[in-house]
């Protein structure tokens, strides 16, 4: 049984974290669809306990105190996925790992490498932007397309490879692309001569992380990427399972 104002001052906090973290009342309002007053008063309590700031041009943003909670949540999820992450790495025969969306950027927080002597790795803690990576782009296609462009805007779309989308509608079919076949690609898109393909991780309805395995490009391409994807949404979706049990709070 949910409690109506926990779940009002959640709504708020994503809402601002849908934005890039800041935003202003009319914003908070038109994504959460609440009272004005309400928002007005569930910020004040979330001014005074540090998770919410306002800003000098009166625009509200994701406060310090949510570092502290994150940090802590990024390593247990880290902990929890491992073992999922291992089942990837033997499915595919390489390095899996767990991205999670912070504001603009990516985030890397969990990885289990290939066994392989030959293998790729992102670094833990990494942060990188979304458009040139396979779970950047899991994560946008679960947003409307006003607020993956909307986020585009803000980073720009920077050529990492001579493979690297860069322009928007090249973006916005990219990212049809993926919420149709239920995964999504980066072929050498961040890092010459390295393939990668992620899969949605769903808490319900939401898409709360991206799983990939990642590999030099021959070694991906010679995998049956629609066998390969198949097995790894099993796992994500077994995942995503256990981050809405009672038993992963």
């Not at 670094?123 to 899991?138: D, Y």
């Not at 973006?171 to 890092?191: F, I």
Request: with cysteine; proline share 3%.
């Amino acid at each position: 049984m949910s409690v109506q104002s926990v779940d009002r001052a959640l709504d708020v906090l994503e809402a601002l974290a849908a934005h890039g973290g800041e935003a202003g009342l009319s914003e908070i309002a038109a994504r959460t669809g609440l009272p004005y007053g309400t928002i007005h008063r569930l910020l004040q309590t979330l001014l005074s306990r540090g998770y919410v700031r306002q800003e000098s041009d009166r625009r509200y943003a994701l406060g310090g105190a949510l570092v502290r909670l994150g940090g802590v949540a990024e390593r247990m999820v880290g902990v929890w996925a491992r073992p999922y992450l291992t089942r990837m790495v033997e499915l595919s025969g390489e390095t899996a790992n767990l991205a999670v969306l912070e504001g603009d950027f990516i985030v890397y927080v969990a990885q289990v490498p290939s066994p392989r002597r030959l293998r790729m790795f992102a670094e833990v803690g990494r942060r990188v932007l979304p458009h040139s990576t396979a779970v950047g782009k899991v994560l946008l296609a679960d947003r409307a397309d006003g607020e993956s462009m909307a986020l585009f805007e803000r980073t720009g779309m920077p050529r990492r490879t001579a493979n690297t989308i860069t322009s928007h509608e090249a973006m916005r079919q990219e990212l049809a692309t993926v919420r149709s076949r239920g995964y999504a690609m980066d072929l050498g898109e961040e890092e010459l001569g390295v393939h990668c393909l992620a899969v949605p991780v769903r808490d319900g309805a939401r898409v709360v992380a991206a799983m990939s395995v990642s590999g030099p490009a021959e070694r991906i391409d010679a995998l049956d990427r629609d066998e390969l994807a198949e097995g790894m949404r099993k796992i994500a979706l077994d995942f995503g399972r256990e981050l809405g049990s009672d038993e992963a709070l």
